[in-house]
């Protein structure tokens, strides 16, 4: 569970990134899951950004990966565009969670 301040830090780095991930008509397939999953496996940190196609508002698609992936975290919701946070499961790719665990 992140803290109030740890999610302000993530916020802050991810105001600065672009959305890595594009959710569109063909909604929340196991292959979105998937994709957000290798994601966040290597960058722990990543920015959904929801098109106008997009069957699911950005809290259901934050809840529904939320189930689907085992320690993912929101981090934010605003309007199309969310933020989440995983740690990532190789010792060499946990950058961001050292940072974390400082806060």
């Known amino acids: 569970m992140l803290t109030g301040k740890q999610k ?17 008509k063909n909604g929340l397939s196991d292959t979105f899951v ?10 722990e940190l990543i920015k959904i950004s929801l098109l106008p196609t997009a069957e699911a508002t950005a809290a259901q698609t934050g809840a529904y990966l939320s189930a689907k992936i085992p320690g993912l975290e929101v981090a ?20 961001l969670s050292a940072e974390l665990k400082k806060l």
């Open 76 to 95: 934010q919701v605003i309007g199309h565009s969310l933020v989440v946070f995983r740690e990532a499961e190789q010792e060499a790719d946990r950058k």
């Open 34 to 43: 998937a994709g957000v999953k290798d994601a966040l496996n290597t960058r």
């Open 8 to 24: 302000r830090y993530l916020r802050s780095l991810a105001m600065t990134q672009r959305p890595l991930i594009n959710l569109g």
